[in-house]
Nanobody
Framework: VQLQASGGGLVQAGGSLRLSCAAS????????MGWFRQAPGKEREFVAR????????GYADSVKGRFTISRDNAKYTIYLQMNSLKPEDTAVYYC????????????????WGQGTLVTVSS
């Protein structure tokens, strides 16, 4: 599975961005797709996840109510709509895929895309 993330950029605090992650190659209808982020000097952390087949979603507490993960099955693409952005949301955002576990750990995911940088100015 190849993952291509896009949509990052510079935005002011309180603003919005939408990230996209297109999947290609050997895809499976029951993959779990996740978004993670890594701020400078910090470990990569879970942001949100979605199951392709059911659309079931899960979020980190830090983004709940502000971020929304969704998918377009026909396009094999997932999205992360980010609203009410804060400076602490500044990070490189990564999309990831996993076939087995409904997990939130980095090691739960087998496939990773390149990151896309989100910078939120105060």
């Amino acid at each position: 599975v190849q993952l291509q993330a896009s949509g990052g950029g510079l935005v002011q605090a309180g603003g919005s961005l939408r990230l996209s992650c297109a999947a290609s190659g050997r895809t499976a209808s029951d993959y779990i797709m996740g978004w993670f982020r890594q701020a400078p000097g910090k470990e990569r952390e879970f942001v949100a996840r979605i199951r392709w087949s059911s659309g079931l979603t899960g979020y980190a507490d830090s983004v709940k109510g502000r971020f929304t993960i969704s998918r377009d099955n026909a396009k094999y693409t997932i999205y992360l709509q980010m609203n009410s952005l804060k400076p602490e949301d500044t990070a490189v955002y990564y999309c990831a895929a996993d076939r087995r576990t409904w997990g939130t750990r980095v090691r739960d995911y087998d496939y990773w895309g390149q990151g896309t940088l989100v910078t939120v100015s105060s």
